[in-house]
């Protein structure tokens, strides 16, 4: 018995004509290729739930954006810096006054974000930051990246 002959159109010989525009029109297959050519996010728990589709692309500009303001905070509220002397950076000379500023004010920025969450949103973006995938808090994580998404865009806004 011979195997069944696959679908699809074919050319006058009879051999398979290849699949056009199926795989390459796809969001996922775009996804994947704007996700590895940004090498930060690549590999990410963030980026993965872009390229299955899980998140959309905005919720994941959010994410990486929310990742990083979660770098700053921990640096600040971590920060072997915190005013004691005056220090010389890269910018010059830095006093001690203008460094507390800034400490104070990254963690007055981050809070006053995150008080903006729920509880399931909190415990969601706690294992995002993480780096944990969990299918039961995907869509407390997708409100929350959603707020997140349009407090980006208010700040912007404030800017321009």
């Known amino acids: ?25 796809s969001a996922a297959y775009r996804n994947r290729k704007t996700a590895a ?10 980026a993965m739930m872009w390229i299955h589709e899980k998140i959309t692309e905005q919720q994941f500009e959010a994410a990486d954006w929310y990742l990083q303001e979660c770098v700053r905070y921990r640096r600040a ?28 004010g990254q963690i007055r920025r981050f809070m006053r974000l995150y008080e903006n969450f729920t509880n399931g949103q909190k415990t969601a973006l ?7 995938y969990d299918v039961a808090t995907l869509p407390d994580l997708r409100d929350a990246l959603t707020i997140i998404h349009r407090y980006r865009q208010g700040r912007q806004r404030k800017a321009a």
Do not use: H, W
Not at 84 to 99: C, H, I, N, Q
Not at 126 to 132: G, K, P, T, V
């Open 1 to 25: 018995m011979a195997r069944p002959k696959k679908r699809g159109e074919r050319y006058p010989c009879g051999r398979l004509k290849p699949n056009q525009g199926n795989e390459a029109d």
């Open 37 to 46: 050519s940004n090498p930060r996010a690549y590999g990410t728990v963030q």
């Open 77 to 104: 509220i971590g920060s072997p810096e915190t005013p004691r002397e005056p220090r010389s950076g890269v910018l010059g000379y830095v006093d001690a006054e203008t460094v507390e500023k800034r400490v104070r």
């Open 126 to 132: 706690n294992r995002l930051e993480a780096q944990f």
